[in-house]
């Protein structure tokens, strides 16, 4: 290819780091606040976060990047630019999925934690932050990870609004090579290499999050003490 086109190339791969960001962000945000909302005592503040998360699971993200581009500027007088409408549609599809996971790591803790909270007299934040989520936040890495490459493969959608994404960028320089093998042969290795260097990234920071609440040690002679003992300290 020549160097006009690799720009163009290079070009879309940041916009996908863009929209990966953007998006991973907000679902990120949207997964511990719905997920908690998912363990609430209060049944109404449940029922409102299963509501969200069995819509937006059930839907296309697709069709959620069409309706927030399509259907929301008509109905509201607004108009979002691409890179917000995507990042909007992807963050609230992908944190209602990510919210199933802070859910399950919640519920997952040992209830002897909990009770152990309890006998501390910690409020229900108290337990939240200083117990609960210490040791279900580093449990949430891995399926984490798996979520941010299909988010990262999600970005690709984007394209349908003429977004300059890297799938669009390569469309785009399919069609002045007259050239389908190679130039997808690249995208798909673009997106190859962004994927590896976030699960390395997303490994090294689950190794960190577990030494520090001493499911994996720190150092072979020394393990961490009980997370009750560290939050009373």
């Known amino acids: 290819m020549t160097s006009g086109l690799w720009e163009l190339v290079l070009k879309g791969v940041w916009v996908t780091i863009q929209l990966l960001v953007c998006s991973a962000l907000l679902a990120a945000a949207v997964s511990f606040v719905v997920g908690v909302a998912r363990t609430h005592r209060l049944w109404i503040v449940r029922f409102l976060a299963g509501f969200y998360t069995e819509v937006f699971r059930g839907t296309s993200a697709l069709v959620m990047i069409f309706w927030v581009f399509f259907v929301l500027p008509p109905a509201f007088g607004w108009q979002l630019v691409p890179l917000w409408a995507g990042t909007l549609a992807l963050g609230l599809t992908y944190g ?49 990870s798996n979520l941010l490459i299909e988010l990262l493969k999600g970005t690709a959608l984007v394209s349908v609004m003429g977004m300059g994404d890297l799938a669009f960028s390569g469309n785009l320089v399919r069609l002045a090579l007259q050239e389908s093998a190679e130039i997808y042969t690249y995208v798909l290795l673009l997106y190859f290499v962004i994927a590896f260097l976030l699960t390395r990234v997303m490994r090294s920071l689950e190794k960190k999050l577990k030494a520090g609440v001493g499911t994996a040690p720190a150092d072979k002679t020394r393990a961490a ?4 003992v560290e939050a009373v300290r």
Do not use: C, H, K, N
């Open 96 to 144: 209602a999925y990510g919210s199933e996971i802070v859910r399950g790591a919640l519920t997952a803790v040992d209830p002897a934690q909990q009770e152990g909270g309890i006998a501390l007299s910690f409020t229900p934040w108290q337990r939240m932050r200083l117990i609960l989520l210490p040791q279900a936040v580093p449990e949430m890495i891995p399926p984490f």
């Open 225 to 228: 003490e009980p997370v009750v």
